[in-house]
């Protein structure tokens, strides 16, 4: 064991961190390998977790994995642990998404030690995806400004679009739910996912469940995807009208490639945390960017944005519970 390997305790809490990580439909398509022999804890995407038709090229894998690698840096940071980060340091492997050094005096991404990274992390138990009804109070221009300003930290952008552009989004996410429900396949694969609270269903530890549905929608009006299941309704799930006036956020790239989906995942979790520090409640958007007819008209033509890689909801309203996480020791092995 190398001088720079951390105690096994030590690194089960980092990664206890790592998991509160948002990703798509709560699969948490992570595992960790610490490599005993160098210190060196390895970031991997995983298998079993993706969903082809949804996320034929693993973008939203990487993003939810760099969201993970963000609160994993968070952790570091929290702890005074500098770290060296490699992205996708195998090139013959694509699933072996990050390695992280921590103590390492070595030059790599992310190398050194943020101190504003450790203010986040009481933020990362207290984020949760809200799909409840937020109030029509805007987001100061301050607080968005700060929210710019972290997202750019990670190359990338956050652009805050006009009430146009907010309009027609809205003509793709009820387009791209009309899609979704005309195909049985995709629908299959989100239901996979679905925890609807029925009678003898195991919550489990991984995918949405019911009480974070939110309530159902009149009129349609703020960007909230409905995860109810069409072949299983969720018992006790009211109704709600939901602000007239949405806001909302677009984080891109310059580029689209792995590597730039992984910095969009640590810009992502990056401006989330920010945002529930300073009070806001958040909830993502990513139906329409599912599919790639839809994709390219979620850019903000107004923008310098190459490509969108998530859209988010901001505002003033009650916080989301806590999903299901899968424990420590179902993604964490040391070799």
Known sequence: MTANAL???LVASLVEDAITAPSMHNAQ???FVLRTGTGTLELHGDPSREMPLADPDRRALHIGCGAALFGLRVALAHHDLPAAIELLPDPGDPWHLADVRPNATAPGNGTGLDERLAALRPALRDRH???????EERVPAGIMDRLRTVAAREACQLVIPGPWFVNAFMDLVHDSEVYEAADA????????WIRSGGAGEDVGNEGIPAYAFGPRQHGATAPVRDFESRRRRAPGRGSAHFEEEPQIALLGTAGDTPRE?????QALHRVLLRATLDGLATSLMSQPLEWPELRT?????ESGTGFVQMVLRLGYGPRGRATP???VSEVLTFA
Do not use: Y
């Open 29 to 31: 398509p992570w595992t």
């Open 325 to 327: 996480r899968r424990p």
């Open 261 to 265: 989906w992984l910095a969009a995942g």
């Open 297 to 301: 008209l979620a850019r903000d033509p």
């Open 185 to 192: 396949h995709v629908r299959a694969e989100v239901d996979a």
């Open 7 to 9: 105690p096994r305790e």
């Open 129 to 135: 995806t809200s799909r409840f009804p937020f109030g």
